[in-house]
């Protein structure tokens, strides 16, 4: 079972920055990748940006030069460096890790750019 808890979510002014983690617990193979997910009111979730096992990223082209995606050495953490921030990122962010078989999935924290 692997547990998944967003935090670092909340109100900022455009151009700003927030750290979304996102802390993993449970039975996490060496394998997982994790990523993190947006959902703006009436829409469906996006991918925001994508870390594999080996290290490698994926960013949507809307966060590219602006977002980053990073996991600790243990990699039951990952987070997401967000500066520059539009008011069009305002979103319910989710942390998803995936092995083989399985997705897992945050509760998501509310981020507001907003002035």
């Known amino acids: 079972q692997v547990q998944l808890v967003e935090s670092g979510g909340g109100l900022v002014q455009p151009g700003g920055s927030l750290r979304l983690s996102c802390a993993a617990s449970g039975s996490i193979f060496s394998d997982a990748g994790m990523a993190w997910y947006r959902q703006a009111p009436g829409e469906q979730p996006d991918l925001v940006a994508s870390i594999i096992s080996d290290g490698s990223t994926y960013y949507a082209d809307s966060v590219k030069g602006r977002f980053t995606i990073s996991r600790d050495n243990g990699k039951k953490t990952v987070y997401l460096q967000m500066g520059s921030l539009k008011p069009e990122d305002t979103a319910v962010y989710y942390c998803?890790?995936?092995?083989?078989?399985?997705?897992?999935w945050g509760q998501g924290t509310q981020v507001t750019v907003s002035s």
């Open positions: 998803e890790l995936h092995d083989a078989n399985y997705s897992y």
